[in-house]
């Protein structure tokens, strides 16, 4: 058996390794799919034996698979039952693969797996490229599949798929809410495996076998192949480093470069058009594919299996190789890095045209550039939806609330992109986009019909709280408006993180809108502790109750430890705040209560059948908060009715 | 309908996990091309039998991974780099 030899690492090797990363990482992004096929061939040519390439690419992906799959799951994109167990399957399948690769190691030698992967990577290349470019060709023509509205019809395959009952074998796929039987799993994981094992792309085949025989959506796909890449890449990092083939030093290299190229090919693909990323994806393949069919001759020739190549021809085969796959990768990234320049530049235009057309009118009717309105403005909304059921009575209550204030309303929605959405693909990115769209229109169409004027915006990002407080920044928004829990997970147990990172960072005020609340303006509770903060959102309470003519009740709580000496104190504060909302001609009662403070506040809003509570908020975030502790998020957490956050002082 | 991006300042909070990131990220490579022979060495004591050294490659991936993925993912937000549609 021939040992392996790990290359010697030089300051050329190093700097060229992470080049190759970076690029990969790059053409990764870009077109969407692993960059192991441009990666692990450019490993190879460096003198990498083929199966420390594709074990130490292995290394590199599986981690970055994991980071991916957290993420998206976060979105609901992902079946982590369905990625468990096709994984499983994957790694009976790179357990297959991998004993080849050994086989072939064992029996001809290092030049035999370099056969052996070259061989796989040139038919596998050729009929994926092949494909992409005949899609490319087609979707320039305008023929395209992806040039159709999303739709969510089963391929006459999946309908057959899901139609197969085999007792015991059944496995719920809640994502879709279809059964499967894990019979089918078995052949698609095992093909995954195997291919991810020879030339470490398991998408190639994972993708698209969950699309087509399973009728999963292209984005629940990627996704949920995510988790397979990690439990596979895991698996098959751990088998291979049993085998002492992981060339650690390289993996990590290549995910130095690999990391920083990625998010560039990732947003890369959002400022051209669908075809040209398909037309630089064939390219690629079809380089690459050239670059591995000059070394076969070679390889034939040391095994003996062709009449043998004199030494000047393998050697000038191989040098048109490495010329063809440098070639390769130049080509790969110059056009990459030309789309993100242009649209860069284009985009920089755009943005400062918009942000004058913003601010020129806020200046004008407020004579403010700040968005802080403590004393009740609600001039501007900013209605933050996802589409999900968690946000309708966000959308629904905004809407009603914009029309009662006569203001203006912008809809947002997030789509998702970035990095570990590098899998997505641009058709996949094109359905969110489209999905997005149509969701924004039908809230158009109801703003427009209940006669409030409606904006609507797609927004690209990854963080969602982040997105919305810029958005909120960029429009001097008066109001955010949104659902109070996330989709999935954790998330439904407790506040979303989003709405808790809005409601502490936030310059303007929050309105949180739970799943079950109807703002029908029958009772307003106020929460005070006497702060600028609750005295800010006395004012914003008084607003809205004169607006709605809806009576209020002030709270205020004390701890009942320190009840004797702060009674009088804080009865002196709600009456004064009674005696303020008074004189607006508010109807309005006052309460101090014994107690935890969110409890109390809660039992008061039950019991007056409150729609809304309005609470100051003290801007506390991170750390802060974790210590001190937010009343406004147990109040949030503990009630079925819309809280309306003042952010003020 | 206008497609936005977030605004282009950069937050003391973005600096500031950019800057650790990116220590902690040199740190780690640090330490790979100073331990480069060692790691050369326990693949091949795993070849021999120790196999007890496959767990260090496992481990340094992830924490690699993290590590410099959050500081790459902070210095393109910190250069302003967003997806556009």
Redesign the interface.
């Known amino acids: 058996m021939e040992?392996?030899q790990?290359i010697d690492?030089t300051t050329t090797s190093t700097v060229a390794l992470f080049l190759v990363g970076f690029v990969g990482g790059m053409v990764s992004g870009f077109i969407g799919s692993g960059g192991a096929f441009v990666l692990t061939p450019a490993m190879m040519t460096m003198g990498v034996p083929a199966i420390v390439a594709v074990a130490s690419n292995m290394?590199?992906k599986?981690?970055?698979a994991?980071?991916g799959a957290y993420k998206r799951n976060k979105y609901g994109q992902v079946d982590v039952k369905l990625g468990v167990v096709m994984g499983i399957f994957a790694e009976v399948g790179v357990i297959i693969g991998k004993h080849v690769m050994v086989h072939i190691r064992e029996t001809f030698g290092t030049v035999g797996t370099n056969l052996y992967v070259s061989f796989v990577f040139v038919v596998v290349l050729a009929i994926v490229g092949g494909l992409v470019l005949r899609d490319g060709m087609a979707e320039k023509r305008g023929l395209a599949e992806t040039q159709k509205p999303p739709t969510n019809e089963l391929t006459p395959l999946a309908r057959w798929v899901r139609s197969i009952r085999v007792p015991g074998t059944m496995l719920h796929v809640k994502i879709i809410d279809a059964h499967v039987s894990f019979l089918v799993l078995i052949p698609l994981g095992i093909a995954t495996g195997m291919l991810a094992a020879t030339i470490a792309v398991g998408g190639f085949i994972g993708v698209p076998s969950m699309m087509y025989f399973i009728g999963l959506p292209a984005l629940m796909a990627s996704a949920t192949e995510l988790v397979i890449a990690f439990v596979m890449g895991?698996g098959g990092?751990?088998l291979y480093?049993?085998?002492?083939?992981?060339?650690?030093?390289l993996?990590?290299?290549i995910?130095?470069g690999s990391?920083?190229g990625i998010?560039?090919g990732?947003?890369g693909t959002?400022?051209v058009k669908d075809y040209v990323v398909k037309f630089v994806m064939a390219a690629i393949m079809l380089l690459v594919l050239a670059s591995r069919f000059f070394y076969i001759p070679g390889y034939l020739s040391d095994l003996r299996l062709i009449p043998a190549l004199e030494k000047g021809t393998i050697k000038t085969l191989n040098a048109v190789g490495d010329g063809t796959l440098g070639f390769a990768l130049l080509f790969g990234a110059v056009m990459i890095l030309q789309a993100l320049y242009r649209?860069?530049r284009e985009?920089r235009q755009t943005?400062e045209a918009?942000e004058t057309a913003t601010l020129t009118p806020a200046l004008a009717s407020v004579g403010l550039v700040g968005q802080l309105s403590p004393f009740g403005r609600f001039e501007r909304f900013l209605l933050a939806s996802d589409g999900s059921e968690f946000s309708a009575a966000a959308v629904r209550e905004g809407t009603n609330m914009a029309k009662r204030c006569g203001s203006h309303m912008h809809v947002m929605s997030l789509?998702a992109?970035?990095?570990e959405y590098g899998g997505l693909g641009e058709s996949i990115?094109k359905q969110e986009?489209a999905m997005a769209?149509a969701h924004?229109d039908d809230i158009k169409g109801q703003a427009g019909a209940a006669g409030v004027a409606c904006?609507?915006?797609?927004?690209?990002?990854q963080v969602v709280d982040?997105?919305i407080l810029?958005?909120a920044?960029?429009l001097t928004a008066d109001l955010i408006v949104m659902g109070r829990r996330g989709r999935r997970g954790l998330a439904r147990m407790m506040l979303g993180q989003a709405t808790a990172n809005v409601i502490g960072r936030a310059n303007c005020n929050v309105l949180v809108v739970p799943r079950a609340a109807h703002i029908e303006g029958r009772h307003i509770v106020l929460a005070t502790d006497g702060s600028r903060y609750a005295d800010a959102a006395a004012l914003t309470a008084g607003e809205l109750a004169r607006r709605c003519n809806t009576p209020v009740t002030v709270v205020s709580v004390v701890n009942p430890e320190d009840a004797a000496g702060r009674r009088a104190d804080t009865e002196q504060i709600v009456n004064r705040v009674v005696k303020h909302l008074a004189n607006e001609g508010v109807k309005v009662e006052g309460r101090v209560l014994e107690g935890r403070a969110d409890a109390c506040i809660i039992e008061v809003a039950q019991e007056k059948n409150a729609d809304l509570i309005v609470v100051g908020s003290h801007g506390r975030t991170g750390l802060e908060r974790i210590l001190v502790g937010s009343t406004t998020e147990r109040i949030l957490n503990g009630t079925s009715c819309a809280v309306f956050v003042v952010k003020g002082g | 309908?206008?497609?936005?991006?977030?605004?282009s300042r950069v937050s003391h909070r973005t600096l500031i996990s950019t800057l650790v990131f990116g220590a902690a990220s040199v740190a780690l490579?640090l330490a790979?091309?100073v331990f480069?022979n060692d790691?050369?060495e326990m693949?091949?004591l795993?070849?021999q039998g120790h196999?007890g050294y496959?767990a260090?490659?496992?481990l340094?991936?992830?924490v690699?991974?993290?590590i410099?993925?959050a500081?790459?993912?902070h210095?393109?937000d910190m250069m302003g780099?967003?997806?556009?549609?």
């Open positions: 040992s392996v790990f690492l290394a590199h599986f981690p970055k994991l980071v895991l990092s751990i480093a049993l085998d002492g083939s992981v060339d650690i030093r993996s990590m290299i995910l130095a990391l920083f998010q560039i990732a947003i959002t400022y649209g860069i985009h943005t918009m789509v992109s970035g990095a990115l986009i769209s924004l904006e609507t915006h797609v927004v690209h990002g982040r997105e810029s958005m920044e960029k | 309908m206008p497609n936005l991006r977030s605004g490579y790979l091309f480069s790691l050369t693949a091949s795993v070849r196999k496959v260090v490659p496992i340094i991936a992830l690699f991974s993290f410099h993925g500081f790459t993912s210095f393109w780099l967003k997806a556009r549609k």
